[in-house]
């Protein structure tokens, strides 16, 4: 396990990436968590009291990693750019796991499921990870509903995110 204080940060202009929050965790650090890595991984501990688990690390360079930092996590901190956070992190070997009702919905939807489960684990896991991002029975039935729609048209996560973003500019009139 390591512990060490960092700054909540957030990227202007950054592709993919732009305007996300985020904590920057130092090479020799990651290096303690997964010695000779250069890929994404999981960690699970602690950020302030705040319990975390199957958080992705990503690589950035130099042996940089970076924790984004999502609306759940924001919320729960109670911190924005520029405070200080104090992290508590070890690996977290734990797999995701499908959502029951993800499974009900694609096997319901045999084109939808093969697709599913010809993506690498890593990309699943996204959607898993989205999809479990939300609290309320409306909002998993929604974004399980948006996945199997995604997989019906083979869309990848950030093509699906794509998807979503212009059908609602669409609606709005932009």
Known sequence: MIQFTATIQQFAEQGEKTGWTYVEVPADLAEQLQPGSKKSFRVKGKLDEYAIKGVALIPMGGGTYIMALNAAMRK?????????????????????????????CLADEPEARDFFEQLKASHRNYFIKWIG??????????????????????????????????????????
Do not use: Y
């Not at 039935?141 to 996560?157: E, G, N, P, S, W």
């Open 76 to 104: 729960a901190l109670h911190k924005k750019k520029g405070a200080m956070l104090t992290l508590r992190l070890s690996i977290d070997k734990q797999p995701l796991t499908v959502p029951p009702a993800l499974l009900e």
């Open 133 to 174: 991002g939300v609290s309320s029975e409306a909002a998993v039935a929604k974004r399980i509903a948006q996945v199997v729609t995604a997989m019906l048209r083979k869309q990848d996560f950030v093509a699906m995110i794509r998807s979503q973003k212009a059908e609602k500019a669409k609606w709005e009139g932009r």
